[in-house]
Structures are given as C-alpha cells and as structure tokens.
C-alpha cells in the first residue's frame, strides 16, 4: 500500500528565503506526482505534475523535482512572499488507477514579514 | 478562469439521515472525483466516474455512497444514512481528457450530531 510523507509537517521563514519542501512516497511505481497547494478553509489547487518519466518541472518560482527510483519528490520555492503562506500537498497516482491520487500529510508553511 | 464549484458549502445533519452534496465540474471536463479530508487528516479518494458510470472506488466508498451525474452539469455524492464518522470535508474535482491535472472545488463541510 503506497505510504505518501512529507516533512516538515510546519515550516516559518523570513520573506524572500528560498525553501525545500520534501515529499517521500514508498511504491516507486507511480504514474505521476502533483503538487497541490490548499489555502485554509478551501479547495485544492494543483501547482505541479511530474510525468514519472519526467525529472523536474517549473512554473514560476516554483520547482519540483523527482526521484522516482528513491522515492523522493522535493518542491523548491524561491524567494518566498508572505501570499506563499499556504499548506503544501504532494500527491502520486499509479498506472492502472491513475485517477486515485494518493495524498501526503502536507507542510504547512507561513512566509513571515 | 473555469472552476469547480460546490454546495453547499457547510451542512450540519443528524446521525442517520441521508445527504446529497452537489458539484458543477468545470463544462468541458469528463472525468470526476470525490475525495474526502476529515479533520486534521490526510486527503482520501474516494471515488472516479466516467462515461456515466464509476471508473474507481476505495475501501471507503461503501454501500452507504453513491454517485450520479443527473443532468449535464451537476455530479453529486449521496451518503445514505450518515454516521459521526463521515464528518469531513468533501472536495469534488475534475480533469479533461486526456490530461491527468486534477482541478478541485472548494469544498463542503459536512457536520454530523
């Protein structure tokens, strides 16, 4: 059964840092990987998908990157503005049940002033 | 921009009795979802429907779900006879064919006493 972590659970940096969030799942099979980010109190809005024949992708100041063969996905945010505040979520699906994500325990992150 | 909605967007019911929770995927999209987060959890699938009919389900959609597309806009999640246990936040989502990008609405916080 696919087991999807991400650490940290919480993370709080000064505007402007640049920060990894990281996100480990356990069946490297996957079809895909997103990146999703949920503001409080609403839906979901997905950032990010990496193809898993795919070794990163970027829009904007956002990057993903994936490691499929050690299971390891991390999102690297640039110069980080208080609007990034947010709860970060990494989901996988897997060929066969592609439209099943499956969901990581998010990080929540706040960009301080 | 096109986005899922969904209503309502609270809704407070007694244990036992039966809800309906509605979704207006975005028009030109053919594949929908249903995935649940209960409080402080991670998000779980709960089910895919396609071409008039379920594609996908988890352990957790049981006999006490169903879904329907009753006309050409709406999708809905109907739990027959609510238990404490199915207190979450009910996120409907939608993708277009041939593209694996999952879009969410908002949300309905569904309570029961």
């Known amino acids: 059964k696919q087991e999807v972590t991400q650490i940290p659970a919480a993370l709080s940096v000064p505007e402007g840092e640049n920060l990894v969030l990281n996100c480990s799942f356990t069946d490297s099979a996957i079809y895909n990987l997103q990146w999703f980010r949920q503001d409080p109190g609403k839906g979901l809005t997905s950032l990010l998908l990496i193809q898993s024949s795919q070794r990163e992708q970027t829009s904007g100041r956002l990057n993903a990157s994936l490691d499929k063969s050690s299971g390891r996905s991390t999102l690297y945010i640039a110069a980080s503005q208080p609007g990034d505040s947010a709860t970060y979520l990494c989901a996988v699906s897997h060929p066969g049940t592609a439209s099943k994500l499956t969901f990581g325990t998010g990080t929540r992150l706040q960009v301080t002033l | 921009e096109p986005e899922v909605t969904q209503t309502p967007s609270h809704q407070v019911t007694q244990m036992g009795q039966e809800v309906i929770l509605r979704c207006v995927p975005i028009s030109n999209h053919l594949y929908f979802y249903w995935y649940r987060q209960i409080l402080g959890q991670k998000v779980e699938f709960l089910v895919s429907?396609?071409?008039?009919?379920?594609?996908?389900k988890s352990e957790i959609f049981d006999d006490q779900f169903s879904v329907e597309r009753p006309d050409g806009s709406n999708f809905t999640l109907k739990i027959r006879s609510t238990k404490l246990e199915d207190s979450a936040m009910y996120f409907c989502a939608s993708s277009e064919e041939g593209q694996e990008t999952q879009y969410f609405g908002p949300g309905t916080r569904l309570l029961v006493l």
């Open positions: 429907f396609y071409n008039n009919e379920i594609s996908e």
